[in-house]
């Protein structure tokens, strides 16, 4: 009688949490591949499909070649992304990796989206290196 009682119990617990963990999934997935598709750096048609109206208008197709082209410059190729961080809004979602590229080693990828009309749309983004300073306030070189 334990013996099965523990098993119902176990089997209950294992399948609670299979459902906690699955209720994103579907909305990540969707956001992992426009990520992948914006940060591919190939196509602006398909990166445009996955931003929201404001991104698309601000980040036309040219300011887009010119933003990868310089990052290539910089940065080299993007060789590996890994997600740390996924937040969930009441209207959107952040999604935060920790990124590899050719000449920088440590990098942070941000994404973020938003809800519109029940589709998920990219609405802003940076890369940034995690470890850089930030500029000195110019109110304590007054003091």
């Excluded at 036309?60 to 080299?76: P, R, S, V």
């Excluded at 997600?83 to 990828?109: C, N, P, T, W």
């Amino acid at each position: 009688m334990k013996k099965k009682f523990v098993m119902f119990l176990m089997t209950v617990m294992l399948s609670f949490s299979a459902v906690c963990f699955a209720s994103y999934g579907t909305d990540l997935d969707a956001e992992a591949k426009a990520v992948d598709q914006f940060f591919a750096g190939t196509d602006y048609k398909k990166a445009a499909a996955v931003m929201d109206a404001d991104l698309a208008k601000n980040l036309t197709a040219d300011k887009y070649k010119e933003m990868f082209a310089a990052m290539e410059k910089d940065l080299g190729k993007l060789v590996q992304k890994d997600l740390r961080v996924y937040q969930v809004f009441e209207d959107g979602h952040i999604l935060r990796y920790a990124a590899k590229f050719e000449k920088a080693s440590q990098m942070e990828i941000d994404a973020v989206f938003k809800n519109v009309g029940g589709k998920l749309l990219m609405m802003d983004f940076r890369v940034l290196d995690p470890n850089a300073q930030a500029p000195a306030d110019n109110k304590a070189e007054k003091k």
